[in-house]
């Protein structure tokens, strides 16, 4: 037998980049807590500003953002114009920061919570669905602050949890999930556990909050604001398998900067999962053709070459299903 050579060190070559994500990491996360830290000795009506001032001006262009948002609206509106897009891009990164630090002071929040009007033609569905004991879908999206009408809803005596994507920070992600839950409710991660756990819950009377306007790569290609956009329909198929009220609900920012006005739509009509998560979007959209401030732009929503390379990927297997069909009706077979 041939004598063995010096192992290599590959385990060393691997670890590198990874330990040194995990620094980067560790120090933004300190980053981002001192930051909020300091923030929280500014009394709640000069930190909300302030915070939004400072991703307006200085994180938001420095990390791209804004020249994103810019982008995105420019897709959807081609005859906007530069300094409307750029308008609106700027209120898009004020209202982010200050939903950053709005979300950072649950108990702030919730206080003033009281105050909101709390409005809709929903939301005598939604306390008829309480009383019953009904799982309730509560459906919104990163339209104001969805935080403060989760916070509005607590106010009312409601319990919702909700699904989160994970930060890829693990750092950031651990305060990100205390904070969610400090609002009470349980939150799950997305991911086959986090929608088990989910499923568990509603099943079981529980109300719940999802955002229906994140890129999700397995989705449908559902017409949002004019463009085909790869949606989930996973609120819908809860919705109808264990007859949860859907309902949409946002919570919009007023002129003050610092209060909300939360509205509950009427429940979607239980169809089909495609037909129900459109009705979703269609009354998100609706939101934004008449706010588009408000909702974030930042996010990288439509895709257009993943939807693309799936509906290309769709016709192909509908293609090779029929092809098959054929050659087992045809009478050689």
Do not use: C
Not at 95 to 118: C, H, V
């Amino acid at each position: 037998m041939a004598e063995a050579g010096p192992r290599k060190p590959r385990s060393i070559v691997s670890r590198e980049p990874q330990q040194t994500r995990r620094w980067a990491d560790w120090l933004l996360d300190r980053a981002f807590r001192i930051l909020i830290w300091v923030s929280r000795l500014l009394p709640y009506r000069a930190r909300v500003p302030a915070l939004g001032a400072l991703v307006e001006h200085v994180l938001g262009p420095l990390a791209g953002y804004r020249r994103r948002a810019i982008h995105q609206l420019q897709f959807i509106w081609p005859n906007m114009s530069e300094p409307e897009a750029r308008r609106i891009a700027s209120a898009v990164l004020n209202n982010t920061g200050r939903t950053l630090i709005e979300n950072y002071d649950t108990q702030s929040l919730l206080s003033r919570a009281k105050d909101w009007p709390l409005h809709g033609t929903g939301l005598d569905a939604l306390d008829k669905a309480r009383a019953a004991g009904r799982p309730i879908l509560l459906i919104t999206g990163h339209f104001g602050n969805y935080e403060a009408g989760r916070a509005a809803l607590v106010r009312r005596g409601f319990e919702p949890g909700g699904l989160y994507r994970p930060l890829k920070n693990a750092y950031a992600n651990a305060h990100y999930v205390a904070t969610m839950q400090s609002f009470g409710g349980p939150v799950f991660p997305r991911g086959r556990d986090g929608l088990k756990n989910l499923v568990r819950f509603i099943r079981g009377g529980g109300q719940a909050v999802m955002l229906i306007d994140q890129f999700y790569q397995g989705g449908e290609a559902l017409d949002f604001l004019g463009q085909p956009a790869l949606t989930s329909l996973s609120a819908a198929e809860l919705a109808l398998k264990y007859d949860a009220l859907l309902v949409p609900f946002y919570a919009t920012r007023q002129a003050s900067g610092l209060d909300f006005e939360i509205e509950v739509e009427a429940p979607i009509p239980h169809t089909d999962p495609r037909t129900m998560t459109q009705a979703l979007t269609d009354s998100l959209a609706k939101r934004i053709k008449a706010q588009p401030e408000q909702w974030f732009w930042v996010h990288r929503r439509w895709k257009p070459d993943w939807v693309r390379g799936q509906r290309a990927r769709k016709a192909a297997r509908q293609a090779q299903s029929a092809a098959n069909a054929s050659d087992q009706q045809s009478p050689g077979n």
